[in-house]
């Protein structure tokens, strides 16, 4: 009587440590289909959305940047008062938000140029 054919198995060999590896795909990939991407480009596909900067966004930044001067100031400075340590961080506030809307302009500008994109048309200055 015949032997059935039987698919040959592939074997889980250990190293010298003792620890069982599987060996993976040996086979060719199925006619048809497509290969993965590997590397920097096998991230685009669940990567966030691009959002254009706001000045909104920009001053929620230079809110939290405010704040850790404040607690530094307040309780980590010497000799510095309550309402010095405010005035501080306020001031740190107004000058960090344009500081934070144009850095994030050119992030998203340098990200839309990266993905194949032209960046919007900058408003000419004069």
């Known amino acids: 009587m015949a032997q059935t054919k039987r698919k040959r198995r592939s074997k889980h060999r250990g190293n010298a440590v003792g620890v069982v590896e599987a060996r993976g795909r040996t086979s060719k990939p199925a006619p048809g289909s497509r290969p993965q991407a590997k590397g920097r480009g096998a991230r685009t596909t ?17 809110a939290v940047g ?53 960046p919007a048309k900058a408003k000419t200055r004069g």
């Open 66 to 118: 405010g704040l850790i001067l404040f607690i530094f100031f307040r309780f980590i400075g010497k000799g510095a008062t309550t309402a010095g340590a405010l005035l501080m961080a306020l001031i740190a506030i107004a000058l960090y938000t344009p500081v934070m809307y144009l850095t994030d302009r050119w992030v998203y500008n340098r990200k839309l140029k990266q993905a194949g994109g032209s």
């Open 46 to 62: 669940n990567a966030r959305a691009l959002k254009p900067p706001s000045m909104k966004s920009a001053a929620m930044k230079a």
